[in-house]
């Protein structure tokens, strides 16, 4: 008769998968506790909208719009914070999303809830009649970002807020069309959001990841429509003018002429460009930067009868052959980095010997990159001390061209020393 062994196997796999459960039990016992993810967990998800609210004071009676609602997670737990003697406007552009809200809302009895038909280029609100407008990862599915954030501003009263909470903090990294943005996920960036809110005429208020913790990468802005004045489509906070004569002054004390030059340059300051080279045809590199640019392709406007070459950054880095540039000019761009440390080790490898950087830009008591880029606004002591640490020294601060700004001129520590001017 042949022998059986498939009794004493079973039972041995038994107390095998018995000896795993035991260490697995263990091992998740030895765990350290993590806080819950807002994200993911619905008690912390409503719990991160009721801290919002109370930051913003918005409670009973206010109004908000839940734009991209979905199927009302976040509604339901706006309604109870507005209570019956206000209103959630809870929008989407899909008519059955909207025919669900509808059914819900009635089940649930909660008649301030009243669901909304938006499109892809506004949530089809009423003008001036929100308190708070939310989007919760919506804003990277949106296609037409410059219709829809003028359509958020308009449905504003004066001082209603807006808040955007999405991934991914710092700069871009999904150079997606935005054509392309509306049924996938790909994430956007936080300064790309800053930048087109800020252009829509939002006012940007702060950061508050801290109401909603557990996922590293996610962003919480806060922007505001203006409580006096503004302009839908216009930067409520702009930077003052220049006297582009004295900022050519203050870039080329000597006047001797360039051979080759770096300018990282935005606005009103990249009109100095023609004054800085009119000594002379100076190769021009236009150095584009990831944490301001939307597209690939995107650059800012060249002022007439000048020709450059451009570049645009990846991750701070950008292709400069080495002791090729006879100065580099960061023109109310130096606020708006967050690579600062790999490129300026990039622009230190392409200086000349005895070539400079000069940095101009609006004067802030910020000294967090993230916090001086969304204000666009930046410490002095934070230039001289990053620039310190990337092995310049300050050798010059020029009269200031305008009001709220300030100018600092660095060579290589390698250098000779030079007077301080």
Not at 42 to 71: F, H, K, M, N, Q
Not at 104 to 125: D, F, I, K, N
Not at 270 to 278: E, F, G, H, Q, S
Request: with cysteine.
């Amino acid at each position: 008769m042949r022998k059986r062994f498939w009794l004493p196997a079973i039972v041995g796999g038994f107390l095998l998968l018995a000896t795993l459960m035991v260490g697995s039990v263990a091992a998740e016992q030895q765990r350290p506790s993590r806080p819950p993810r807002a994200g993911q967990n619905s008690a912390a998800r409503a719990e991160a909208l009721r801290t919002i609210c109370r930051l913003l004071d918005i409670g009973e009676g206010a109004t908000i719009a839940d734009i991209g609602a979905g199927r009302g997670i976040d509604t339901w737990v706006f309604a109870e914070i507005v209570g019956e003697k206000g209103k959630v406007f809870s929008e989407e552009i899909s008519e059955d999303l909207v025919r669900g809200l509808r059914s819900q809302a009635a089940e649930r009895e909660l008649p301030q809830v009243v669901p909304v038909l938006g499109t892809v280029e506004s949530p089809c609100l009423p003008e001036s009649s929100v308190d708070l407008a939310y989007m919760h990862q919506v804003y990277h599915h949106v296609t037409k970002p410059h219709e829809m954030l003028q359509a958020i501003w308009k449905s504003l009263k004066p001082g209603g807020y807006f808040v955007v909470v999405d991934r991914r903090r710092g700069t871009l990294q999904d150079w997606v069309p935005r054509e392309e943005r509306g049924p996938k996920h790909y994430w956007i960036a936080e300064t790309t959001v800053v930048r087109e809110a800020r252009e829509a005429g939002f006012q940007f208020v702060r950061c508050a990841e801290e109401c909603w913790p557990g996922i590293p990468e996610q962003f919480v802005l806060v922007f505001r429509r203006p409580v006096e004045g503004g302009t839908v489509g216009v930067d409520p906070d702009p930077r003052a003018p220049l006297d582009l004569d004295v900022l050519a002054e203050a870039l080329a004390p000597n006047r001797k002429p360039y051979q080759s030059v770096a300018v990282i340059a935005l606005g009103e300051a990249r009109n100095v460009l023609p004054k800085l080279i009119r000594d002379g045809k100076p190769k021009v590199i236009d150095i584009v930067l990831e944490e301001w640019a939307t597209r690939k392709d995107e650059r800012p406007p060249v002022p007439p009868g000048v020709e450059v070459q451009s570049v645009m950054t990846e991750n701070g880095r950008v292709e400069l052959a080495p002791h090729s540039i006879d100065g580099v000019f960061f023109l109310d761009t130096y606020s708006l980095l967050f690579h600062q440390n790999t490129l300026l080790e990039c622009l230190k490898t392409a200086l000349r010997p005895g070539g400079r950087i000069y940095v101009l830009d609006r004067r802030g008591e910020f000294t967090d990159h993230r916090l001086a880029s969304h204000h666009r606004a930046v410490s002095p002591e934070l230039v001289r001390q990053e620039m310190n640490a990337a092995g310049f020294r300050q050798v010059a601060s020029p009269v200031p061209p305008g009001k709220d700004r300030f100018v600092l001129v660095f060579e290589a520590d390698d250098e000779p020393a030079a007077s301080q001017k």
